[in-house]
């Protein structure tokens, strides 16, 4: 089945304690949808302006992404995000935001994408996000991302949106805030009394926790020893989960648990490069092959 | 078969963010062994003063473990240890150190002690480590933990003492301290080129990496709702991972996985009370029963 992205799609300018990289390709809706085009095709929403290269919606085209809902406004300058990360890796500043045609971002969805049985929400303003939901048809799965920004300035929009979407994804960071529980088992349940049945907490290198009415699954992060760049690793998290899922249907236990699991693969890989550099260079068989490698780690 | 731990027996205070409390039974040696245990006879050898409140003796006793190798110094002070627990409960700050009866800490192992064939040093100075370890006959596994202050001071003998122990056991904050690598994928490979074969990295709330020849093993933590004091977390999983081990003998991936997810359970009942007051209300059934439950939150 296709799925529908809403999302940032971005030029990013990111500083690692080893390198320095410029007018990188990124935004959480380009980095979701490459991750998810592993497994179906992604419908992407999003909006660009005249500096967007056009070579950056050609290679998503060629993943079988589809970009009629990405919107190019004339006269203005696609959103720009510069960041900086610190020793650890794993924290990270931001230096610079310039909203650009994202501030006029307000989407009307294709006719083919309000059919849509998959809907994943990326991390935007709370109203933006009920909007795009209300355009849609009865999806069988909408899954929400959220940030620090809206649950301090937009939080009754966010909790009318928690009320109204099946899945959530969010850090642990900001499911405290979010909560006031600086333990995840408690902050999971409090996250999952606003609405959500489904509530993934996302713990950086330390992996992400599930907590559903059927299950509750800790997942550690797989180890790789080649942390790059990790922009992007959230949005490719969970745009291979949700690619999974809209591939297999299987929104059991087990088939959560899997897809939980293949984008836990998948970031991997995307924090291994800058921008999408690394996910360019692998294949679906990669991902199969590191997936039964991280599947022989995890258990007892 | 039995095991002999060498450690600190302390008094302990605790300050969380909830409650403060005094005169704790507490130490590495002390939360070892009882929560070894559960599994094996455990073999204490450590230092007290002529404050050491004689019921705990005979509570651990109580609990089978052979408090022959625990010395009182007639004169000096049990150890005391003073720290507080930050809001995240995860870090700490140590208030106040009074060594004590420590400070003459120089273990002479009872005849019997010597032929153990486990053997687990805690956290001391690593010149005192390998004393005890010279002492002893050809034991089938020596794990060692240390800390942040013998990794600045005592460097070169903590070298020699990685050099001729089979298992340590360290946290991430150690590890990156020791090797300089804030990956734990490499910091695990370096620490094991100083001579462990086996690595086992704990990472507090988010669970521990165990690295051998055979394997590579990421187990989460428990996600207890309920943690009241952290202290002692990091013993009672060496001491529940070590008891384990020598009660079945079984050094295979398989068995030394169960061993770490052993250590994981026993420390999750650590946390959820003061000093060995959770652990004196479980049973092996109680163990074994969140066993099972964790068995199932984690694998795919």
């Given at each position: 089945m296709p799925l529908v992205v809403v999302g940032s799609v971005a030029l990013d300018s990111v500083i690692t304690p080893s390198e320095e990289r410029d007018?990188?390709?990124?935004g959480s809706g380009a980095y979701f949808s490459y991750a998810a085009s592993f497994f179906t095709t992604a419908r992407l929403v999003g909006v660009v302006g005249d500096d967007w290269p056009r070579r950056h919606t050609e290679m998503l085209q060629a993943r079988g992404i589809d970009t009629s809902g990405l919107e190019l406004i004339p006269g203005e300058k696609t959103f720009r995000w510069k960041g900086k990360y610190l020793e650890n890796m794993n924290d990270r500043e931001t230096l610079d935001v310039a909203l650009g045609a994202m501030e006029k971002f307000d989407p009307t969805l294709p006719e083919v994408y309000r059919k849509c049985e998959y809907l994943f929400l990326a991390n935007d303003p709370p109203p933006l996000q009920l909007g795009v939901l209300r355009q849609c048809e009865g999806p069988k799965l909408v899954m929400a991302d959220t940030m620090d920004l809206w649950i301090k300035t937009e939080r009754d929009s966010l909790i009318e949106l928690l009320g109204s979407i099946d899945a959530v994804v969010l850090n642990d960071s900001e499911a405290k805030l979010l909560t006031g529980e600086g333990n995840m088992a408690i902050a999971a349940a409090a996250v999952r009394a606003l609405g959500p049945r489904i509530v993934v907490i996302k713990k950086g290198e330390h992996g992400a926790m599930l907590v559903s009415d059927e299950d509750l699954c800790l997942l550690p992060a797989y180890p790789t020893d080649r942390v790059i760049d990790p922009t992007g690793a959230g949005d490719s998290f969970a745009g291979g989960l949700m690619g999974y899922l809209a591939e297999t249907g299987d929104l059991t236990p087990a088939g959560m648990r899997k897809a939980i699991a293949i984008g836990t693969v998948v970031a991997s890989f995307t924090v291994e490069g800058f921008s999408l550099d690394r996910l360019q260079e692998i294949t679906r068989e990669d991902i199969e092959k590191r997936l039964a490698e991280y599947c022989g780690m995890i258990g007892v």
């Open positions: 007018d990188l390709l990124g």
